[in-house]
């Protein structure tokens, strides 16, 4: 055990350790994760959608038809056109990185972002690709905005004026130049992709992310994203801020694709969201620890009982940090089968039940840190994903079970020691 984690320890921290420390993927990362509450809010208002697919015929049912265009107002304005606030979260985060005005370089990356995807139409711009069709070339137009600017910048390429001119009036003209570079560039770049490709640049971008787009939606991509978060958080790193730089781009795609989707009739294709991530895949919080939770309330061991009466509230609310560094999980070797290895087989049974129509694939985006099951329900309105969430935890206390009694049996021997030497 020793032997593999120093292995690990060698060649997995130095990637992690680099990841966590890249700009722009944790950029990206923060910008999409600012990106969930815009989500929620369209998710909520296509909730009437859903409880009319449901209900099929009544009183109820003729009300929300009647009013729907009332009731799903608000998506027009958020999960529509969510790429425009991406664009603006990922470059104000980057910038933030850069010591560069934030909000300067979110306004200067919304700019960018139309030039490359808003497509004219008679009248004005087409929001095709405003909305999740958009997100990852919201990524591109953050970031070369950002870079832009601090190239230009960083060679004193903007206009000064004098220290007596207001600081507001003096920041509005040292980013007019890198605004106005960046605007040149977008347009330049929109037009080379109309003219090379046929295609305006999010479906160009679309068409050559396309096979990695399709990948992260699949059993074998999820798996991974869940062993290399379980293995982080087994040597002390926090998984989901490491991982997710990589995978929430996607995920909160999928999640909002499946949202329109949905609100237009059309089939429900994508199993990998956000939403799943945290309330079902990692429901309680990583290594879905709730059930290791009771076995510690229920402890011979003093320690590890009253960690456990202090862990549960924040377990039913998916925080378990505590359970995490409290008992600890992190390098302890007993911990490291279950908590490692059993998320992957809660994974595996999600994707099928979900790949073969058991429990409906996710229809909305419900905020984080709910309780078991409620979240898994407001994103599918399906009761049996309730009972397929504490299936799963169940089976997760199984998998802890041996492992705990194993460790609580060589705790209760130190804390026995101990008292015997405190009588002496």
Not at 108 to 137: D, Q
Not at 149 to 160: D, M, T
Not at 377 to 406: A, E, G, Q
Request: with cysteine; proline share 6%; net charge neutral.
């Amino acid at each position: 055990m020793n032997t593999l984690q120093n292995v690990l320890m060698k060649y997995l921290m130095p990637i992690a350790n680099k990841v966590e420390q890249q700009k722009h993927l944790q950029a990206i990362k923060d910008g999409m994760i600012a990106d969930i509450p815009i989500v929620i809010i369209g998710s909520i208002c296509l909730l009437p959608i859903a409880f009319m697919n449901l209900l099929g015929s009544g009183p109820i049912y003729e009300f929300l038809a009647n009013n729907i265009s009332i009731f799903t107002y608000a998506s027009l304005y958020t999960n529509d056109i969510l790429s425009v606030y991406a664009a603006y979260f990922i470059a104000s985060a980057l910038a933030k990185r850069y010591d560069m005005n934030a909000s300067r370089s979110g306004i200067t990356s919304i700019a960018v972002h139309l030039i490359l995807s808003g497509v004219a139409i008679e009248g004005g711009i087409g929001i095709e690709y405003l909305g999740a069709s958009g997100l990852f070339t919201s990524i591109v137009s953050a970031i070369l905005s950002v870079e832009v600017s601090r190239l230009l910048l960083k060679h004193h390429v903007y206009i000064k004026l004098p220290d007596s001119v207001p600081e507001m009036v003096g920041e509005s003209f040292k980013t007019l130049i890198p605004l106005v570079i960046n605007v040149i560039v977008a347009v330049i770049i929109a037009n080379l992709s109309l003219a090379m490709s046929g295609k305006v640049f999010p479906a160009l971008v679309m068409s050559l992310l396309a096979p990695a787009i399709s990948s992260m939606d699949s059993l074998p991509a999820l798996l991974t994203v869940i062993f290399f978060t379980q293995l982080l958080w087994f040597f002390g790193l926090h998984g989901p801020s490491i991982t997710s730089a990589v995978w929430a781009p996607f995920a909160i795609a999928y999640g909002a694709e499946n949202i329109a989707n949905f609100a237009a009739g059309a089939p429900v294709s994508h199993i990998f969201t956000f939403g799943l991530y945290y309330n079902i895949l990692q429901v309680s919080g990583s290594g879905l620890t709730l059930g290791l939770v009771f076995l510690m309330m229920k402890s011979k061991s003093k320690a590890f009982s009253s960690m456990g009466k202090v862990a549960l509230v924040p377990s039913l609310f998916g925080i378990n940090e505590p359970v995490i560094f409290g008992l600890p999980i992190i390098l302890n070797p007993y911990m490291l089968i279950p908590f490692v290895f059993g998320p992957l087989v809660i994974t595996a049974m999600t994707y099928f039940v979900m790949n073969t129509g058991f429990i409906g694939m996710p229809i909305a985006n419900p905020p984080g840190f709910l309780p078991p099951g409620v979240g898994a329900f407001l994103m599918t309105l399906d009761w049996r994903s309730v009972i397929f969430v504490f299936v799963c935890l169940i089976l997760m206390t199984l998998f802890y079970l041996p492992f705990f009694k194993t460790m609580e049996a060589e705790e209760l021997k130190r804390e026995q020691a101990s008292e015997a030497a405190n009588n002496n």
